[in-house]
């Protein structure tokens, strides 16, 4: 059974939104959890999709996870840690990147890890070859089995010297959770250092763990043979907060975003504000609205942090089919992040995707054939239509353009906006957005 969004376009949305614990900091929080030999409790949790996946996950192998039925806090407890079965894994994981964060701190746990072939959002290859290479380097055997990959490390995880060919977040993570309790001293370089990476640092080292970060992207962890539990409160979901800053952009509307930081939002705020965006930043919070004049275009390009954000870029370029002029968007991150805007163009929106490297410097992904710049002229007058949702941000890109057009739009995949965006039906109905929901069989 999946749900149809029936949404009726052009009402401004008002009001205010709560945003809570970012999504790429709690699952890795709360597989950390498992490194400790006492309970942890982590606070400021979202009700998402990916926290349910990584809830059952940890149950499977053993870890006792209760949650505070009225602050919603999730306390941790791995001390019955124990081997699952594959069959169980590949079932609890379901399109889920997640398990293959569990192997470093399975195999310090219990000597062992299995993950499913992985699935995850439509938007480019994410090969998991970075994680096992990692793996090897820590002196991890890695064994292709039937339904996925079997990990062990007969002799225990070995500190190393690792050296990342691109800033990848989740790699970085896989070397943090791996290295913490491996023998030995472990030296990251090329490491990314997103706001959610300094957070899991911050949550290892409650933990006991030695890490420090040097200014050139090099992290440097002292393995330790134990580590205890830790109590954290999640930094904010600065997407989250960025996608609802671009709805009021594009739906000419007025939204408090409780919870969103100046601090982890500095490149998305210059840029808001260059594409004529208001704001109001205060300490709970900060108030994004559309000032009523002409939107500006922009020339746009994405990168690690502290760069433009690629999770920014979808949401952002809806706003600039608004804008009066062309704009141009350079996505460095992931190759095929674009594959959204068919819906866009179908709806009325002028855009051009193109190989080229539309930037100021060739990156990556410029010789090798993939459509990952785009010329964006507006403003144009979007009318709804039937969407079906391709990924988490692509997807919720899709529902503040629906919102925006006029006429009637037939949204379906929407489940998938679930792993990412908490009870977001329920914010857009008190923002006054006009919808049902149905169920499709």
């Known amino acids: 059974m999946s749900s149809v969004l029936t949404i009726r376009g052009g009402v401004p949305l008002t009001g205010r939104v709560t945003v809570r614990g970012a999504k790429n900091l709690v699952p890795k929080a709360m597989v950390a959890a498992l490194l400790g030999n006492e309970p942890s409790v982590l606070r400021n949790v979202p009700e998402i999709k990916d926290v349910e996946v990584v809830t059952s996950l940890l149950q499977l192998h053993g870890v006792t996870v209760e949650k505070d039925p009225i602050t919603g806090d999730l306390t941790l407890d791995p001390t019955n840690a124990k081997t699952a079965s594959h069959t169980a894994i590949d079932a609890h994981a379901g399109d889920s990147r997640i398990p293959i964060l569990l192997c470093g701190p399975l195999i310090h746990a219990i000597g062992e890890a299995f993950i499913p072939d992985l699935g995850g959002c439509k938007i480019g290859d994410r090969p998991i070859d970075y994680h096992l290479n990692v793996l090897r380097q820590f002196g991890a055997v890695v064994e292709k089995r039937p339904g996925g990959i079997h990990i ?87 997407n989250e907060s960025a996608s609802w800053a671009s709805a009021a952009l594009v739906t000419r509307g007025d939204i408090f975003v409780e919870g969103a930081t100046q601090r982890d939002m ?58 009066e002029g062309v704009s141009i968007v350079h996505e460095t991150v992931y190759e095929n992040r674009f594959g959204f805007t068919d819906a866009l163009i179908r709806m009325g929106a002028n855009i051009q995707v193109h190989r080229e490297c539309l930037g100021s410097v060739p990156c990556r992904f410029g010789q090798r054939n993939f459509l990952h710049s785009a010329v964006i002229s507006g403003p144009a007058q979007l009318t709804g239509t039937d969407i079906d949702v391709p990924d988490l941000r692509g997807g919720f890109s899709h529902l503040i353009a629906a919102l925006a057009a006029s006429g009637t739009s037939r949204v379906t995949g929407i489940d998938i906006i679930n792993r990412g965006y908490e009870r977001f039906t329920e914010k857009l109905a008190g923002l006054g957005a006009d919808f049902d929901i149905t169920s499709a069989e």
């Open 152 to 238: 062990s490390a007969p002799g225990g995880l070995k500190g190393a010297k690792i050296s990342l060919p691109y800033p990848s977040v989740g790699a970085t993570e896989q070397v943090l959770l791996s290295a913490t309790r491996a023998e030995g001293i472990t030296e990251l370089s090329g490491a990314a250092t997103e706001p959610e990476i300094v957070d899991l640092i911050a949550v290892l080292q409650k933990m006991g763990a030695i890490i420090s970060v040097q200014t050139d992207r090099t992290i440097r962890i002292e393995g330790v043979p134990d580590l205890g539990g830790y109590n954290h409160r999640a930094l904010s979901d600065r």
């Open 266 to 323: 500095m490149t998305f705020l210059n840029t808001y504000r260059k594409v004529g965006g208001g704001m109001d930043i205060g300490d709970d919070g900060i108030r994004f609205y559309h000032k009523g004049g002409k939107l500006n275009p922009l020339v746009l390009e994405t990168d690690v942090h502290p760069g433009f954000m690629t999770d920014w870029q979808q949401p952002l370029i809806v706003a600039l089919t608004q804008a």
